[in-house]
């Protein structure tokens, strides 16, 4: 007890963790009263085109659908295209029809239009001879507005991991990991003094910003809170790690900041991409891309695959801490051999 009392005290001295612990708090709090943002204009369709190439008609097709912008030069286009910015669609002359040109790094809903949109031309003008019926458009971007608070939650749940990187990091530089080296402390006893603190600060912080940014039913809070304490159980053995082989605190921080980047950026642009199969399997080897895919289905009020999700992060739980476990183990023998 007296171990994680001086634990926790270290929490209240540094102040980085104390900003990873109340920043993910703020921004909650500032998604909450600021209203959603407003994301129409990203879910317009855009079209660029030659100008002078295509027809009056077809320009007046085009913009049935969405903005039409005409471009001076091919290179001019092609640059449009590609931005990573925007998702521009180029609409060139083929013929007595159209062919369109993507970059590739789109939505997944404007790749399908791109590859729809030739075939909807030559067929335009079957329109009179058949019935149509319109349905109200849906908003593309509506579960978009669910990845602000959803991030916001994965770096709450990041916490225990920097407390712990600069714990450890911390006791290097000031002596103190030799001395726990030569205390009569089990391996175990150790570990939960290590894990326990910032496993507990993380989950507080999640816990606090889930309640802010989301309204759940008791079944899906049931699964938030699974999905918050693994979360957090993995974000605190990455900080083991981190602290264990981290030279200094420049080391330190620089590896903290590359294992958020990895648990924010996998899962986020696997979603955004639509990747599946094989890429979706590789993607779960990060294991915040089980827990954004969970939270955004109860973000948006889905039934998400409690089991699957659930599972791959208590294997991230197993296999990370087993892993901990041995290399801390190999380490003893190697210095015990030594001495």
Not at 295 to 321: N, T, V
Request: glycine letters at 8%; one cysteine or more.
């Amino acid at each position: 007890m007296r171990g994680l009392a001086y634990q926790f005290k270290s929490v209240w001295k540094d102040k980085f963790c104390m900003m990873s612990f109340v920043l993910p708090i703020i921004v909650a709090l500032a998604l909450r009263f600021s209203g959603t943002v407003d994301l129409s204009s990203v879910a317009e369709f855009h079209f660029g085109v030659l100008e002078n190439e295509l027809t009056a008609r077809t320009v007046c097709w085009l913009e049935r659908y969405g903005t039409v912008t005409a471009y001076g030069t091919q290179e001019e286009l092609v640059a449009a295209v590609n931005e990573p910015s925007t998702n521009v669609i180029g609409v060139e002359a083929c013929g007595s029809g159209i062919r369109t040109m993507v970059s590739g790094d789109e939505v997944d809903i404007f790749r399908q239009t791109a590859d729809t949109l030739p075939v909807l031309y030559e067929e335009r003008g079957e329109e009179a001879s058949v019935e149509v019926t319109v349905y109200k458009r849906p908003d593309i971007m509506a579960g978009l507005q669910n990845i602000f608070p959803v991030m916001t939650l994965i770096v709450a749940m990041f916490m225990g991991c920097t407390f712990n990187a600069m714990n450890m990091i911390a006791e290097k530089e000031n002596g103190v990991d030799l001395i726990n080296q030569i205390l009569p402390m089990a391996r175990g006893q150790y570990m939960l003094q290590k894990i326990f603190v910032g496993f507990a600060f993380g989950c507080l912080s999640s816990v606090v910003t889930a309640g802010i940014c989301f309204h759940l039913s008791v079944q899906g809070t049931l699964f938030m809170l699974a999905l918050i304490i693994l979360s957090a159980f993995v974000a605190a053995l990455a900080g083991l790690f981190i602290g264990k082989f981290s030279e200094n605190l420049m080391v330190g921080v620089a590896c903290v900041k590359i294992m958020l980047i990895i648990f924010m950026a996998v899962p986020l642009l696997a979603w955004l991409l639509g990747g599946d199969g094989v890429v979706s399997i590789l993607c779960y080897l990060v294991p915040s891309s089980a827990t954004f895919e969970g939270m955004m289905e109860l973000a948006k009020d889905g039934q998400p695959e409690i089991a699957k999700d659930i599972f791959i992060l208590a294997a991230h739980c197993i296999i990370w801490f087993c892993l901990y476990l041995s290399i801390a183990k190999g380490q003893e023998k190697k210095s015990g051999g030594s001495g």
